[in-house]
């Protein structure tokens, strides 16, 4: 199985900025897409932003230019840097990983969820 921890969240003023990081551990093979959620309260959960293995990426359209995720392979870990931040913003931020694992002695790709970290962006 994996495990995902994630970290950096916190209150912050408008126009501030704030750093999530995700690191997966596990019986892993290989980590393939990686991505960050949101859910505000009583909303649905949305996608915030996305990266392939390969680096590809994809916004929001509420977040571009303002949000940039990226991803150390080498590290198994995914980050989103956020500026310009607005209260709109505030939400639960979760960690999405589909990774390659090793489980009844086979190779199987699986889809993890970070256990939420709370962004509040408030004067």
């Known amino acids: 199985q994996v495990q995902l921890v994630e970290s950096g969240g916190g209150l912050v003023q408008p126009g501030g900025s704030l750093r999530l990081s995700c690191v997966a551990s596990?019986?892993?093979?290989?980590?393939?897409?990686m991505a960050w959620y949101r859910q505000a309260l009583a909303k649905e959960r949305e996608l915030v932003a996305s990266v392939s293995r390969r680096g590809s990426t994809d916004y929001a359209d509420s977040v571009k230019d303002r949000f940039t995720i990226s991803r150390d392979n080498a590290k198994n870990t995914v980050y989103l840097q956020m500026n310009s931040l607005k209260p709109e913003d505030t939400a639960v931020y979760y960690c999405?990983?589909?990774?390659?694992?090793?489980?009844?002695?086979?190779?199987?790709?699986?889809?993890?969820w970070g256990q939420g970290t709370q962004v509040t962006v408030s004067s």
């Open positions: 596990g019986n892993i093979f290989g980590v393939d897409d």
């Open positions: 999405n990983v589909v990774a390659r694992i090793f489980s009844d002695l086979r190779v199987k790709e699986r889809e993890f």
